[in-house]
């Protein structure tokens, strides 16, 4: 562990080395929300160094209790930029457009830049759920959650897609936070769209397909968001620059969402739709940094990105700031490379540029200078030309290191599972094992972590197993057996195991084993149950009896898994289906008519609060104001899960408790009706909303 402390301490020093030889560093920052709802900053920091080389590392991952309210934040902010005494270099601060970090970087003495990725995000999500494409996207998400949701039917699409020739994937559901992830569902739906038919229609389903207009309307959405995709791809990267590729690419996807004479009607609609949303959150964000940087990037310096009648502002701008500038030359060192080619050459935006009237000075000389190719680095050019430039090169180092997203900052949670600690452990295991020489401190290494302790336990599995067949030898035993699905999406066989214990003198239950299964049908089950005494050197006659669920497969028919294993042992005192399933089924039956409102309704409710750390945090407040908390301080909502009727009986409760919060949380969705039926809740969301 100490080594651990000194490889910390050692890259805490080398960063604090590198801060404090630069004249200027951006951050970004985000806050995160755990499964386990424990809260977290991110911050990370950006700059350019004397060999300009952009550097970018975390600064912080803390946790936090305070609510995130704008005074909190900011208070936040400061605290990492005094910790690391970079509170006079810091320039910029990049967040996400929430209200709380809106309103906190104006309490701060650094420039703000929103997210370009959030702002694109915003865009993209309004127009979809205004627009023509809903019907054809219910339809295929419907379809992408029967595959998903049923182990059996994507095994049957894999082998449509081999014998199709296709490669082996599964689709995709997607999210409705992430309109990424309905690109990607809609990609791969029509990637495998001729597989994905043949094995529906060798199914009894009540799904409704996609007609062939409705497909046609899938691939135009496909065509027109995947420079969306790449926009926000190149816009989120950290380790070349990004600040200055904003206007351009937004210059770009306006000329994409040009409407062509080939567009039918949902479509130029769609187009002006997201023109008009993009054009007005574009003048929200910070313009003249990003003009500045624009211009000071000699990818870009033509500025044909801006519009003619604002160029020469921009030169102004950087003329004054030279006036007033004192600092000094930089060394010319080279850089690391930028982004792939393909995506650079797309950022070329053709409009007519006015040439510069004849100046004097280093400005002027800039101005003249040709602009580079899409595909060289801005940085290599300045290593060399700093020299020329002086004062201009400080300001280039101060506005390309800006970060264009908050992605960095966010990205710093990408790995997050359930809990940091969690996501931390198997790294730390790893590094603790290659690093230790003394064997006793590694010894003393514990973590409190699930996946730790998994591994831990079942290092001893082969003992247990020996001891467990050893006590079964000569015992007779009962078998529990019922399917599962494990997150890879596989189907599993467990199986359980009754007997009596003659070392405690009473009858106990253990694990006998876990098969995978392909097809789970009735003579694959058997093969495995077969498989499984016969790994413990086990036989058919020392089966007592064997407990089942109710489902087809397992009882009911001649062929079904019960007939079969009476045929292996005819002296079976019972083979019963389990009395739980049984009243699992009578109340599907009773729910099936409240299942449109508990499931889709409650389900939208659910993902829509509790997978939104802001939207969260605000329910949160809702429910503190009316006074529906519980001890813990926070009443969350259930996931509804239409195969457990407790689990649905939870969801209704949990719902009914909760309806005046989520009338307030969702006053301003209702209709007229119900906002003059339910006038108690306005006074409420009147105030909140202020």
């Known amino acids: 562990m100490k080594r651990i402390h000194q490889l910390y301490g050692d890259e805490r020093t080398a960063k604090e080395e590198v801060l404090a030889g630069a004249c200027h560093v951006a951050l970004t920052g985000d806050h995160w929300t755990s499964v386990s709802n424990k809260n977290y900053l991110g911050v990370t920091a950006h700059l350019i160094d004397s060999e300009w080389k952009l550097k970018s590392f975390a600064l912080t991952v803390s946790k936090t209790v305070t609510r995130h309210y704008a005074d909190a934040c900011a208070e936040q902010f400061n605290a990492v930029t005094k910790e690391w005494e970079i509170e006079n270099k810091v320039t910029t601060i990049g967040t996400d457009s929430a209200r709380n970090m809106v309103a906190a970087a104006r309490q701060l003495p650094f420039e703000h830049i929103p997210c370009a990725a959030h702002m694109l995000q915003r865009t993209i999500t309004v127009c979809l759920e205004d627009s023509s494409f809903d019907t054809a996207l219910a339809k295929c998400r419907k379809i992408v959650g029967h595959f998903k949701h049923s182990p059996a039917s994507t095994e049957e699409l894999h082998q449509q897609q081999t014998a199709l020739g296709q490669a082996r994937e599964p689709l995709v559901q997607d999210v409705s936070t992430r309109w990424n992830s309905t690109l990607s569902m809609i990609s791969r739906y029509l990637r495998n769209q001729e597989a994905v038919n043949a094995t529906l229609a060798q199914q009894k389903h009540n799904l409704a397909t996609l007609t062939n207009l409705e497909c046609d309307k899938l691939q135009k959405l496909e065509v027109v968001l995947e420079p969306c995709r790449y926009v926000t791809e190149l816009l989120g990267g950290e380790s070349y620059v990004s600040c200055s590729v904003v206007l351009p690419t937004l ?19 769609f187009k002006a739709n997201f023109s008009k949303d993009l054009d007005t959150r574009k003048a929200t964000i910070n313009n003249r940094w990003l003009k500045v940087a624009t211009a000071l990037d000699p990818r870009f310096k033509d500025l044909k990105s801006i519009h003619k009648n604002e160029r020469d502002e921009v030169w102004t701008w950087i003329e004054e700031m030279l006036r007033g500038s004192e600092a000094g ?65 400080s300001l280039a180092r101060k506005y390309l290191a800006t970060p264009a997203t908050s992605v960095p900052s966010e990205r710093l949670f990408s790995l997050a599972e359930h809990d940091l600690s969690f996501t931390i452990a198997q790294p730390l295991v790893s590094l603790a094992k ?7 401190a590694l010894s003393r290494l514990t973590l409190s972590n699930s996946q730790a302790s998994y591994v831990t336990t079942h290092g001893i599995a082969p003992q247990l197993k020996r001891q467990l067949s050893e006590k079964l030898h000569n015992a007779f035993f009962s078998l529990n057996a019922d399917e599962s699905t494990n997150q890879n999406n596989d189907r599993l066989l467990n199986i359980l195991v009754r007997f009596y214990d003659d070392e405690i003198g009473s009858v106990v239950t253990q694990h006998l084993a876990s098969k995978k299964v392909n097809i789970a049908d009735a003579t694959a089950l058997l093969k495995a149950l077969s498989d499984v005494l016969q790994e413990f050197s086990l036989n058919w006659n020392q089966v007592v009896s064997v407990l089942f669920d109710n489902c087809a497969v397992m009882r009911g028919k001649k062929t079904v898994v019960e007939t079969q294993v009476r045929k292996q042992n005819p002296a079976l005192l019972d083979v019963c289906g389990d009395t739980v399933h049984m009243v699992l089924n009578a109340s599907k039956q009773f729910l099936e008519p409240f299942k449109g409102m508990l499931e889709d309704v409650c389900s939208d409710i659910f993902y829509d609060i509790e997978k939104s750390p802001k939207q969260r945090e605000i329910f949160k407040e809702f429910q503190g104001l009316l006074h529906v908390q519980s001890q813990n301080g926070y009443l969350s909502l259930k996931r509804p899960i239409s195969s457990r009727f407790l689990q649905m009986l939870e969801v209704a409760n949990r719902t009914k408790e909760l309806l005046d919060v989520l009338l307030v949380h969702f006053y301003c969705y209702l209709s007229k009706e119900d906002q003059l039926k339910h006038r108690y809740a306005f006074n409420i969301y009147r105030y909140l909303s202020k």
Request: charged letters at 30%; proline letters at 10%; hydrophobic letters at 30%.
């Open 251 to 269: 210059c770009h996807l306006n000329r994409v969402m040009d409407p062509t004479d080939e567009d039918p009607g949902y479509m130029i609609k």
């Open 329 to 393: 030359p930089a060394a010319p060192q080279p850089t690391e490379d930028e982004p792939a080619a393909k995506k650079s050459l797309l950022l070329l935006c053709s409009s007519d540029s006015d040439s510069d009237k004849e100046e004097q000075g280093p400005l002027a000389h800039y101005k003249a200078e040709p602009c580079i190719g899409m595909r060289e680095c801005p940085l290599e050019w300045w290593a060399a030309h700093a020299g020329a430039y002086g004062q201009l090169s």
């Open 434 to 440: 290659k690093l230790a020489e003394d064997k006793t």
